[in-house]
């Protein structure tokens, strides 16, 4: 039956609406890439921008051959796991199941943004096949599964599967946990089993700071990536022309600017908590710690974006900077090195907006973003806003599970590319930098009598080893 005019204005306008939010959080990948390169040092910009473009060319081939289909694939095969079908876009699009051509390029770039979390984790010393592998491996598989748990209609943890774990489901609306514990706990296992950068540590254990080379990127990429945020969390909820049946001017127009707003607060709290925190612990006022407090809010508040108020979000940015700073404090004690802090971030401040999701969603707001606000749904909500455990409880089953899982796949990934010798270069080619090392030559173009140390370092150790 062919749709009305009515119905194809709308489903225009929801496309385009999707559209671009996909095209916002694509954006988010030049912002990784800017804060990365930022926060290496000079002499691996282009290895780590290089990994960046990867993310995206690798990402988007092994998401369109099987990574979108273990994630969304449903049917008479569907299974609470893993998606079995949809491989390669197949029968897409599906009206049964609302998927077609923006569904699937917006919920690409959020599975290439995972395999960019990891490799700040393990910056400037890993060899490029082995990222080749990981980020092929995370993006297509591992990924894949956890978004199904969540986001499918008939995962495990789904808000809405018809048979709701705790009679919940777990809130993650935009990925704290899908997205970025997963990436986190990735880099996670990957910077434990390579062990610190050349210079980190002393031998007597002592932390050496390494600072990035241009504080100018990691700021760009910081404001690059809030403007992508913006997609990313008022983005998901893939439609916005969604009346509300119980009002009169309300519907997803009204959830997805209140969204918005709840983001910038949760980032802008953060970033002025770990402004004056930073402050007090070390006694001046450091840019790049600013805009990763900033970050950490955002990563927190991606879980409940949409099923908090504004003023709630305060608070979970406010938490957010303490879990942060508690983790690079933490790190450094554990002689840990992740030269992002992107475990500390998406890892530690990930698994807190589970956690907060689970204390202060409210009932009203979670019955419209997963219900369309149907006239007499009742569903379990915030623990602290009088809605028992149940929600709590599914928060916690997700965070645990994704924990388990990511550990389950990427660690034994990781040890075996190390058992291989495939993971960390050799300390000469640490020391001389993976740009002049591995790729050919320098980020930065320099002349002749301005070469950088480290290449002459690099040069020298090369004759020795001759």
Request: proline content about 3%.
């Amino acid at each position: 039956m062919a749709a009305s005019w009515e119905e194809s204005v709308e489903y225009s306008i929801n496309t385009i609406y999707l559209l671009f939010s996909a095209y916002l959080v694509f954006v988010m990948q030049l912002g990784f890439a800017m804060l990365c390169a930022g926060s290496v040092r000079a002499k691996n910009a282009m290895n780590i921008m290089l990994t960046n473009v990867v993310d995206a060319v690798v990402g988007s081939l092994s998401y369109y051959l099987f990574g979108f289909a273990f994630a969304f694939g449903e049917g008479s095969n569907a299974n609470p796991f893993i998606g079995t079908s949809f491989f390669a876009l197949k029968d897409i699009p599906n009206s049964t199941y609302d998927y077609d051509y923006s569904f699937f390029l917006f919920q690409w770039a959020f599975a290439i943004a995972v395999a960019g979390i990891t490799s700040g984790s393990i910056a400037e010393r890993t060899q490029f096949s082995a990222y080749l592998v990981f980020s092929c491996f995370l993006s297509g598989f591992v990924y894949p599964v956890v978004a199904h748990w969540v986001w499918s209609s008939t995962g495990w943890l789904s808000p809405n599967s018809s048979n709701l774990l705790l009679g919940s489901g777990a809130i993650d609306f935009a990925g704290s946990g899908v997205v970025h514990l997963v990436g986190g706990v990735a880099g996670l296992w990957g910077s434990f089993i390579e062990g610190p950068r050349v210079g980190r540590f002393d031998s007597f254990g002592k932390a050496t700071p390494i600072r990035g080379h241009n504080a100018t990127l990691v700021v760009l990429g910081t404001f690059l990536l809030w403007f992508g945020w913006f997609g990313f969390n008022p983005g998901s909820f893939d439609k916005i022309l969604v009346a509300y049946p119980d009002t009169s001017d309300q519907g997803n127009w009204t959830g997805v600017g209140r969204t918005a707003v709840a983001t910038t607060l949760a980032g802008s709290t953060a970033g002025i908590v770990t402004l004056f925190g930073r402050r007090l612990l070390v006694g001046h006022w450091d840019a790049l710690d600013v805009c990763n407090g900033v970050l950490g809010g955002f990563v927190a508040i991606t879980s409940g974006c949409a099923v908090v108020e504004p003023w709630a979000a305060v608070v979970c940015g406010f938490f957010a900077a303490c879990v942060l700073i508690g983790f690079n404090i933490l790190a450094v004690k554990l002689q840990f090195d992740d030269p992002l802090e992107a475990t500390q971030l998406h890892g530690g401040c990930g698994a807190w907006g589970l956690i907060f999701t689970g204390l202060f969603a409210k009932e009203e707001f979670v019955v419209q973003a997963y219900n369309a606000g149907a006239v007499g749904t009742v569903r379990p909500y915030g623990l602290f806003m009088g809605g028992g455990w149940r929600l709590l409880g599914a928060q916690v089953a997700e965070l645990l599970a994704i924990v388990g899982w990511v550990s389950l796949t990427m660690g034994p990934l990781f040890y075996t590319l190390h058992k291989l010798k495939i993971l960390r270069i050799s300390v000469a080619d640490e020391i001389a930098g993976l740009d002049v090392s591995t790729h050919g030559g320098h980020a930065y173009v320099h002349t002749e009598e301005h070469q950088p140390r480290f290449y002459a370092d690099y040069v020298r150790i090369q004759g020795n080893r001759s």
